[in-house]
């Protein structure tokens, strides 16, 4: 058999060009202005294409009939994309209006569960591409479940109201949305799987079409993730770059009930002989620092100290945290890596009990930096060091069960 054979060979070849072509002017994107143009960064910019072609075709076929839904991580150590935090983890289904769907597992006990029925993606200008721009429907909180005693649960999303955990859909619905958000490296992360309550057959083989129409939707993925970022934030997600290294203020719009967090971004740039300590209030609630990459997405959160929570930060006797943004290590505790990246993005976010608070910024030569912090600013060995990274490490792949 050789090509030509087939009824629909012309039409899958000419498919799979285009996509590699696609790709291929993709990949130029690496090169953009706002990514600095060091090898590392040079680097990661391909990196952040690659990653997420790795997940390109799991989103576009593996998973898209929603008639057979499965819960796709679409985020995780080796993938990253759209901001996403380093003390979260992402789920997210591909589903239907007219069906009733049912979630079923092990809650864990992360501090933040959310699970949200997603509609149509908005028309328009300032819309992220594909599988972005949703508009939420409806969620239930960790706050809102029924749990049974054995730690297990059942949620119903789709059909006829019932008591008890369900969540509404309507014509429109096109996906769910699970994210978890975790504080201490010991907790567990909820196991859960999804399925269409009345399947009573196996999964359709994707036909040609199906496959033609798989490889178009990879080709705009990879396409719009290599074009829209860093781009969307400045634009539309108040990230100021014209005045780097300060946060923007907090305001009440940047809150969002259905997700149930409020966030906030800057951009920050440091010189080799630079760092930017970031100082608040310690506060209730549960907040989190993640430092990204130009592309905005996590840095190396499974060996580097690239995020923070209450539990794993220190706090000095006037009751203010600063974290320390440095090339090098320091010797602090509260030491944030930036990975040798010369720029690169910070996002804040609050969840749960409390309020947000404001966060101040002071950027200081790196030669500096004791004397501009407390006397008893808490420092680490070397030792100590390797064993908050082993406990990183060991924390990261109980969320992910790597």
Not at 211 to 236: N, Q, R, S, Y
Not at 291 to 315: E, H, I, K, Q, W
Request: hydrophobic share 35%; charged share 25%; aromatic share 10%.
């Amino acid at each position: 058999m050789a090509f030509g054979d087939g009824g629909s060979d012309e039409q899958l070849r000419d498919a799979w060009h285009a996509f590699c072509d696609r790709l291929r002017d993709a990949g130029d994107h690496a090169f953009k202005d706002r990514n600095p143009a060091s090898d590392l960064q040079r680097a990661d910019g391909f990196r952040f294409l690659t990653q997420n072609l790795g997940q390109a075709f799991d989103l576009a076929l593996e998973t898209r009939d929603p008639r057979f839904p499965q819960l796709h991580a679409f985020c995780h150590p080796t993938r990253k994309l759209g901001g996403d935090c380093a003390d979260f983890t992402y789920h997210q289904a591909w589903i239907d209006g007219d069906s009733t769907y049912r979630i079923s597992g092990t809650r864990g006990d992360a501090p933040f569960l959310n699970v949200t029925v997603q509609g149509p993606r908005r028309d328009g200008p300032g819309v992220l591409h594909d599988p972005f721009g949703d508009v939420p429907e409806a969620s239930l909180t960790g706050a809102d479940l029924s749990v049974a005693t054995d730690g297990t649960i059942e949620v119903f999303v789709g059909g006829p109201a019932r008591e008890g955990n369900w969540l509404p859909t309507t014509p429109g619905s096109r996906k769910l949305f699970i994210r978890q958000g975790f504080d201490r490296w010991d907790e567990t992360p909820a196991r859960l799987s999804v399925e269409r309550v009345d399947m009573d057959g196996p999964r359709p083989l994707p036909t040609p079409g199906t496959m033609i129409d798989a490889i178009d939707w990879a080709g705009t993925f990879v396409t719009g993730l290599m074009t829209d970022w860093p781009e969307f934030p400045f634009a539309h997600g108040g990230v100021d770059e014209d005045h780097p290294n300060a946060f923007p203020p907090l305001t009440s719009e940047d809150g969002d009930a259905l997700r149930g967090r409020a966030a906030v971004n800057m951009h920050w740039v440091l010189g080799p002989d630079e760092a930017l300590i970031v100082e608040f209030d310690a506060h209730d609630g549960l907040w989190m620092l993640t430092n990204m990459g130009a592309f905005f997405t996590s840095m190396d959160y499974l060996y580097r100290p690239v995020g923070f929570t209450p539990s794993r930060t220190a706090v000095d006797s006037d009751g203010r945290i600063r974290v320390v943004l440095a090339h090098d290590d320091p010797g602090l505790h509260n030491w944030m890596d930036t990975q040798g990246f010369e720029r690169g993005n910070l996002t804040y976010r609050h969840m749960l009990g409390g309020h947000p608070v404001p966060l101040h910024t002071r950027l200081v030569r790196r030669a500096d930096l004791a004397a501009a912090l407390p006397a008893d600013t808490r420092t680490v060995t070397p030792d100590e060091r390797s064993a908050l990274t082993r406990q990183r490490f060991d924390g990261i792949r109980l969320r992910f069960g790597l």
